[in-house]
């Protein structure tokens, strides 16, 4: 049976600390790969517009093109309408019945998914993989959140042994549209198309 991670997100842009965290997933848990599957209409992201598709794919390609155990999926982007990933889960799962998913989250996902659509599916369906020590708007230890979730829904739940990094995509996008230097926080081919494209400028 295949074992494939999976990061979702807007990717808007992909930045360093997505490709952190799926290295990490990929060696600590054996992983076949590492899907990196940009979103669709994120049902939660209306407080900016979201960059099209298509660029957004384009800069997680080119930011993964030298790990050849990663891989751009565009299994969200081709549903129409809000994209859930409960339901993005369960499709997986109907079209590779033989793989078994891995989710990559952070710690603040990890006290936020119940307030996902459909989260007990999400946790049926896929091993979340959380990264990060400790939450600071948490109201519970990590450890006793990881508990009370695998007691109340029976999430399969695993840790990941580094830290989230402190980069947040919508400041990188507040940078470029700066003309402020990005490129300690994406790789340098994501840095160079997000300059060549003028994208994110005012």
Not at 155 to 168: F, H, N, S, V
């Amino acid at each position: 049976m295949s074992r494939i991670g999976i990061m979702g997100g807007t990717f808007d842009p992909i930045h360093n600390g997505h490709l952190k965290l799926a290295c990490q997933a990929y060696a600590q848990y054996q992983l076949n790969s590492v899907w990196f599957m940009p979103s669709g209409q994120p049902p939660h992201k209306k407080d900016h517009k979201v960059t099209d598709s298509a660029v957004r794919c384009e800069m997680v390609r080119r930011a993964i093109e030298n790990y050849p155990y990663f891989f751009c999926s565009d299994f969200e982007i081709r549903r129409l309408g809000n994209t859930y990933t409960a339901q993005t889960l369960k499709l997986l799962k109907k079209e590779y019945p033989e793989t078994e998913f891995y989710f990559i989250i952070g710690a603040d996902s990890l006290y936020e998914i119940e307030n996902w659509y459909c989260p007990e599916q999400v946790m049926a369906q896929a091993c979340l993989l959380v990264a990060g020590r400790e939450y600071p708007k948490a109201h519970r230890p990590m450890e006793e959140q990881i508990f009370y979730l695998r007691e109340r829904y029976q999430a399969r739940i695993g840790r990941l042994d580094c830290e989230q990094m402190d980069i947040a995509s919508a400041d990188i996008r507040d940078m470029a549209s700066k003309n402020q230097p990005i490129e300690a926080l994406v790789p340098p081919s994501v840095a160079d198309y997000i300059r060549t494209h003028h994208l994110y400028a005012v």
